[in-house]
Protein backbone atom coordinates (compact mmCIF):
# COMPACT_ATOMS: atom_id res chain seq x y z
CA UNK A 1 0.00 0.00 0.00
CA UNK A 2 1.50 3.27 -1.21
CA UNK A 3 0.57 6.11 1.43
CA UNK A 4 0.75 9.66 0.33
CA UNK A 5 1.25 12.51 2.73
CA UNK A 6 0.70 16.59 1.67
CA UNK A 7 1.91 19.35 3.43
CA UNK A 8 2.38 23.14 3.16
CA UNK A 9 -1.07 24.69 2.58
CA UNK A 10 -2.49 27.61 4.45
CA UNK A 11 -3.93 31.08 4.31
CA UNK A 12 -2.78 33.43 2.05
CA UNK A 13 -3.18 36.75 0.20
CA UNK A 14 -4.08 37.42 -3.07
CA UNK A 15 -1.05 37.03 -5.24
CA UNK A 16 0.92 35.46 -2.52
CA UNK A 17 2.68 32.03 -3.43
CA UNK A 18 2.63 28.98 -1.39
CA UNK A 19 4.68 25.48 -2.05
CA UNK A 20 3.04 21.96 -1.20
CA UNK A 21 4.86 18.61 -0.75
CA UNK A 22 3.72 15.19 -1.30
CA UNK A 23 5.98 12.58 0.37
CA UNK A 24 5.25 9.12 -0.74
CA UNK A 25 6.12 6.18 1.11
CA UNK A 26 7.25 2.75 -0.52
CA UNK A 27 10.09 2.35 -3.46
CA UNK A 28 7.66 2.67 -6.97
CA UNK A 29 7.86 6.71 -6.75
CA UNK A 30 10.41 7.04 -9.48
CA UNK A 31 8.34 4.53 -12.37
CA UNK A 32 4.68 6.35 -11.07
CA UNK A 33 3.14 9.35 -12.77
CA UNK A 34 2.35 12.18 -10.35
CA UNK A 35 0.00 15.17 -9.38
CA UNK A 36 -2.24 17.15 -7.88
CA UNK A 37 -6.02 17.48 -8.17
CA UNK A 38 -7.80 20.32 -5.74
CA UNK A 39 -11.84 20.25 -4.94
CA UNK A 40 -13.58 23.88 -3.96
CA UNK A 41 -16.74 23.36 -2.20
CA UNK A 42 -20.14 22.36 -4.22
CA UNK A 43 -17.43 22.02 -6.91
CA UNK A 44 -15.72 18.52 -8.42
CA UNK A 45 -12.30 17.42 -8.33
CA UNK A 46 -10.22 18.64 -11.44
CA UNK A 47 -6.68 18.11 -12.17
CA UNK A 48 -4.32 21.02 -11.36
CA UNK A 49 -0.87 19.34 -12.49
CA UNK A 50 0.70 16.26 -13.40
CA UNK A 51 4.09 15.31 -14.49
CA UNK A 52 5.01 11.49 -15.63
CA UNK A 53 7.60 9.37 -14.62
CA UNK A 54 9.35 10.69 -17.55
CA UNK A 55 8.91 14.21 -16.52
CA UNK A 56 6.49 14.98 -18.65
CA UNK A 57 4.19 17.81 -17.30
CA UNK A 58 0.46 18.72 -18.18
CA UNK A 59 -1.42 21.46 -16.15
CA UNK A 60 -4.89 23.06 -16.01
CA UNK A 61 -5.38 26.33 -18.16
CA UNK A 62 -6.65 28.05 -15.05
CA UNK A 63 -3.17 27.95 -13.75
CA UNK A 64 -0.45 27.75 -16.74
CA UNK A 65 1.93 30.31 -16.23
CA UNK A 66 1.17 30.56 -12.76
CA UNK A 67 1.81 27.05 -11.11
CA UNK A 68 4.95 24.71 -11.63
CA UNK A 69 4.65 21.11 -10.94
CA UNK A 70 8.25 19.16 -10.27
CA UNK A 71 9.43 16.08 -8.51
CA UNK A 72 12.77 14.51 -6.73
CA UNK A 73 12.19 10.98 -6.92
CA UNK A 74 15.72 10.67 -4.57
CA UNK A 75 13.32 12.01 -2.19
CA UNK A 76 10.13 10.96 -3.40
CA UNK A 77 8.50 14.06 -3.23
CA UNK A 78 6.09 15.66 -5.81
CA UNK A 79 5.77 20.04 -5.45
CA UNK A 80 3.43 22.16 -6.02
CA UNK A 81 4.70 25.64 -6.71
CA UNK A 82 1.82 28.59 -6.72
CA UNK A 83 2.47 31.67 -7.66
CA UNK A 84 0.33 34.94 -7.95
CA UNK A 85 -2.79 33.18 -6.26
CA UNK A 86 -6.43 33.82 -6.90
CA UNK A 87 -9.24 33.58 -4.70
CA UNK A 88 -10.28 30.99 -7.10
CA UNK A 89 -7.51 28.62 -6.35
CA UNK A 90 -9.03 28.28 -2.61
CA UNK A 91 -9.71 24.63 -2.85
CA UNK A 92 -8.39 21.14 -0.85
CA UNK A 93 -5.38 20.18 -2.76
CA UNK A 94 -5.06 16.25 -3.11
CA UNK A 95 -1.56 14.72 -4.44
CA UNK A 96 -2.08 11.21 -6.29
CA UNK A 97 0.27 8.62 -7.28
CA UNK A 98 -0.43 6.32 -10.10
CA UNK A 99 1.02 3.02 -10.74
CA UNK A 100 -0.04 0.55 -13.97
CA UNK A 101 -3.80 0.30 -12.67
CA UNK A 102 -3.58 2.02 -9.06
CA UNK A 103 -4.12 5.30 -8.34
CA UNK A 104 -3.09 6.35 -4.99
CA UNK A 105 -4.47 9.61 -2.85
CA UNK A 106 -3.65 11.85 0.17
CA UNK A 107 -5.48 13.13 2.45
CA UNK A 108 -5.35 16.70 1.14
CA UNK A 109 -4.63 19.93 2.48
CA UNK A 110 -6.02 22.99 2.49
CA UNK A 111 -5.44 26.06 0.65
CA UNK A 112 -7.21 29.23 1.13
CA UNK A 113 -6.58 32.43 -1.09
CA UNK A 114 -8.23 35.65 0.47
CA UNK A 115 -9.31 38.95 -1.33
Known amino acids: QVQLVESGGGLVQAGGSLRLSCVTS????????VGWYRQAPGEQRELVAG???????NYADSVKGRFTISRDNAKNTVYLQMNSLKPEDTAVYYC?????????WGQGTQVTVSS
Open 26 to 33: GSIFSSTD
Open 96 to 104: YCTFYWNTY
Open 51 to 57: ISSGGST
